[in-house]
Structures are given as C-alpha cells and as structure tokens.
C-alpha cells in the first residue's frame, strides 16, 4: 500500500488547482495524496479528478457566502476538528500499514499546522505563487521595525520596497493585505502576521514556481528573515496529466466564434473567480472602451456583475465580442486568433499565458497580484500596465500591446525559461529529491 499523503489547500480556485496537479505528479513517485477541502469546494472537484478528494465540514450555514473572511471564521473555528479527527480515521484504517507519511499544507491554510502537530505527522509547506510575493510576507517584521507599515500594516508612506538581487522595486501599494476599508484591511493583515508567525518553524517549502525565478539574496538573511529550504516544483502543468479543473459552468461556444476570427486579433479579457471584479463604473467604462476601439474581444463577466454594462451592449457586440459567464481558459488561450490577454495577474493565469505565449495587459486588483504585475511588466516585459478604464488609455494600450513584435520575441524566451527542457528536468529532479528525501 502506497503511503498517503494528506494534502491541505486553501479553499479557492487558484490554490485548489495548483495541489491538485502536484497530486498528480506525486501519484507517480509512489505516493497516495489525499486531497482535503471543505464541503462546497469538494462537490465542485470530486467527480472531475483522479485524485482522492476528501470534504470535511467548515460550519457555515448554506446560505453563507463563502468570502474572504467567512472562510478564515471557518478555517480557524470549525475546521480544525473535523481535520483532526480524519487524520486519525486514516492512521486507524492503515491498522499499522501505510498511514499518513506526511502533511502538504497551503501556507495560507496555517490552521492545520496545530492539526498535525497534534496528530504527530510531519508538514511541509506549499505556497501556490511566485517566491517573490512570499519575500514579501516574510518581510513584515523588517518592514515594521523600520517604520514602513504601521503595527495594523497600514503605509506610512509611499516608499520603495526592496527584495534583492534582480528583482523590481516594489511599493508600499503592493502589500497584498491592502483590499477593502481600513478595517478590512487590518484584517487580512492579522490573517498573514498570523500565518508568518505559524509558518516560520517549517523546514521546508515548495513553491509553484520555476527554478530560476526562485532566488534569496544572502546579504538580506538577517534577523528578521530567514528562510527554511525552498523547492522550486513549477509550474506543474505539463509535468502531470490532470487538467485545470472548472469550477464554474464554461461556455464553449466562444471557441467556434474565435475560429472565425483573423490570427492574433482577440483580446480576452478576464479578472479571475476570487476577489469580486472591478466593479460596475469601471465595468460600463471599460464596455464603452471596447465598443469605440476596432478589437475583437471576449469577456468573462460573471452575471452579477452585468448590471454594469450598458443596455443591450452584450446584443449589440455578437458581430465582434462575447460576453460570457465563464471561458475554457486555457483553450482560449492557446487559440491562434487570441492576441492579448487583460487580466488581473494571477499568478494561475500568468502562467498560462507564458504557456501560450500570449501578451499581457495588466490590471492587478488584490494580493499577489501587483508582484506578478511589476515582474510581467518591468523585469519580463511580456506586458504593459493598464492604469484606467477610460477610452484614450485603452486604445492607446491595446494598439501598443497588439502591435508589438518585441514582446513576442521576449515572450517566447519567457516560455522557455518557464517550460524548456532544462526547467523540466530541474522540476522533476526537484519533485523525485523531495520524495526520496521522505522515504530515506
């Protein structure tokens, strides 16, 4: 019997997506995953995956929007003994055979680090991003003995932020607590001390992200950061058989309308499943902006957020754009007619696009978002910044974006330090090192 693996994600599309497929590829070196999530993430992948997938309740009534903070509620107050108590099913089940090895937990999942250490099973950690926005988390505690944050994470001023060697100065607006009110975003800054508090006796961290984007400047290990061993394991798309798993209803029909379309003269346009949109000023202004300029285009947009377009635009724009609820992503994406994507820099989609080589337009809206942004733009240049909504910028950023020959040069290197034959063999080597380091 295979030893199992009990792995632990955040309950949200782009941290489930991301575990799965690592599942999948640890399946192949001889270990049994099993994926857990809560009740309403379960029925949506259950049916749809290889993997062994395993709900355990989170509390909520029903009726209750699963947010942001319902979730943390969740997973700090109702989670942890129903986790607890599936653990020790498992062990018991095994009856002295294969029982859990070791746990995989979601560093923003930290509620189930108490769950295994009570349990006895070992834990290594598994951020779903770029490394670099995790430098950033890691950085609090510097960034509040200097003075740069308040003690409740709030600016105090608008200075530059500074992660080493190569990489892009970032500011203060970056912080990835900074969504919401004030209160919200107190808030969210208690949930990533908290996770960094939890998180820093972990030996180890894979992190879904290329090999060569991974680097730790030596001269900034001081006393305030230091990191545990970090394993570069992404991404893991084409290092696994298991498909990106949809969460919502797609709409294929868009795929028959983009084969009648002239190559590379779409714009797909879509903000991700998780923070709510840009909301519906900027969804009637950015309507308008399409309309008036000559592009093609498809749009995700969720029905609720409709309300924002003007009326009887989705109507008036079938001869040159779709508006639908949801797109099957990746083959739009790897579509020849798609030529630029204006997305909100998540770090699954950026990753997709790297894969289809695909140009960016980028309008960060939440979390690690504004990381990936400033690295797309400033250190790839696989994309330009998208500063508003209004109908001058868009054209004017759209005709830059499509007419760029020197993006696509760079953006098919990008593609080959991201998915070339050499960051292949480093993955895998990566991936089969930490597997033979459990056993031996």
Known sequence: MKPKVIMVP???????????????????????????????????????????????????DEEVPRDFFAIEFAMENNMPVHLNRLIRELNHAADGGAGVMFMIVDLLASWSLKVADDCGVPVVGYWPVMFAAYQLIAAIPEMLSLGIISETGIPQNQG????????????????????????ARRSRFRFWTRTLARTRTLSQILVNSFPE???????????????????????????????????SEEDMSCLGWLDQQSDRSVVYISFGTWVSPIGNAKVRNLAMALESSKHSFIWVLGSKWRDGLPKGYVERMLDRGRVVSWAPQSEVLRHKAVGCYLTHCGWNSTIEAIQSKVKLLCYPIAGDQFVNCDYIVKIWQIGIMLEDFGEEDVHRSLERVMEDKEMEVRLVKMNQRVYGTETNLRVSSNLKKFVDDRFY
């Open 10 to 60: 955040y309950p949200a599309q782009g941290h489930v997506t991301p575990m799965l497929n690592l599942a999948s590829a640890l399946t192949h070196l001889g270990l049994s995953p099993v994926v857990v999530t809560p009740e309403f993430i379960h029925k949506t992948i259950a049916q749809k995956s290889h993997i062994t997938c395993m709900s355990i309740p989170d509390g909520l």
């Open 160 to 183: 530059p932020i500074y992660l080493g060697y190569d990489q892009p100065l970032l500011s203060t607006q970056d912080l990835p607590w900074l969504i919401g009110n004030l209160s």
């Open 213 to 247: 984007e991974h680097h730790i400047d030596t001269n900034l290990q001081n006393k305030y950061i230091k990191y545990p061993k970090i394993t570069p394991i992404g991404p893991l798309i084409q290092h696994t058989k298991h498909e990106n798993l949809k969460f």
